[in-house]
Nanobody, 121 residues
Framework: QVQLVESGGGLVQPGGSLRLSCAAS????????MDWYRQAPGKERELVAT???????GYADSVKGRFTIDRDNAKRAVYLQMNSLKPEDTAVYYC???????????????WGLGTQVTVSS
């Protein structure tokens, strides 16, 4: 009923930049929060950045000042601009959205399949 499709991952050298995109589609009535998570090998999935209606954002301490989340509500999309990338940023990055379906009465969380980001020289 809801699809989240991420794109923009790849291989980048330390200090480089990438911009991730996530587009939501399906039987959507409303979207509340849209977030980016990441999961590195052998580690738990962690919240990287969150975007809440009203232009409110939040970031993990490890990415503050380097990553920027923004969204386009008309396109039902969220983006993650990642600058000054470090090897420890290497992970699969997942989009997550809090969605109310058409005819629905509550919000549910949906996940994308993820996009790989590798930071290496």
């Amino acid at each position: 009923q809801v699809q989240l499709v991420e794109s923009g991952g790849g291989l980048v050298q330390p200090g480089g930049s990438l911009r991730l995109s996530c587009a939501a589609s399906g039987n959507i009535f409303s979207i509340n929060a849209m977030d980016w998570y990441r999961q590195a090998p052998g580690k738990e999935r962690e919240l990287v950045a969150t975007s809440i209606p009203g232009d409110r954002t939040g970031y993990a301490d490890s990415v503050k000042g380097r990553f920027t989340i923004d969204r386009d509500n008309a396109k039902r999309a969220v983006y993650l601009q990642m600058n000054s990338l470090k090897p420890e940023d290497t992970a699969v990055y997942y989009c997550n959205a809090d969605v109310k379906l058409v005819g629905g009465y509550k919000f549910f969380r949906y996940w994308g399949l993820g996009t790989q980001v590798t930071v290496s020289s």
